[in-house]
């Protein structure tokens, strides 16, 4: 019912930006909060940034590189990715709590993810 689409993976060096983008498509009533998560390879998903209501919050490893934004008219969410480090490789996936039309309540949607290598 609701569609998430990642862009903006890829491989940089270490100390370059990176921009990621999701937007959110389909039968869509309302977007309570959006998102993104990361997985690196042998490890658990992690919180990377979420924004709800106009606030936002940043997993500690993040904070001060890495800004989260949401464009509300377009159901769009951006991870705007600075000072990038090795350890910041991993997949990024992009999350949505959203109601579609005709829900009582949000259900998490889940992107297919965005691979982003950090080479040293």
């Known amino acids: 019912q609701v569609q998430l689409v990642e862009s903006g993976g890829g491989l940089v060096q270490a100390g370059n930006s990176l921009r990621l983008s999701c937007a959110a498509s389909g039968n869509i009533f309302s977007i309570n909060a959006m998102g993104w998560y990361r997985q690196a390879p042998g490890k658990q998903r992690e919180l990377v940034a979420a924004t709800s209501g106009g606030r936002t919050n940043y997993a500690d490893s993040v904070k001060g590189r890495f800004t989260i934004s949401r464009d509300g008219t377009k159901n769009t969410v951006y991870l705007q990715m600075n000072s990038l480090k090795p350890e910041d490789t991993a997949v990024y996936y992009c999350?949505?709590?959203?109601?579609?039309?005709?829900?009582?309540?949000?259900?998490?949607?889940w992107g297919k993810g965005t691979l982003v290598t950090v080479s040293s």
């Open positions: 999350n949505a709590n959203a109601k579609a039309s005709g829900s009582f309540y949000g259900v998490d949607y």
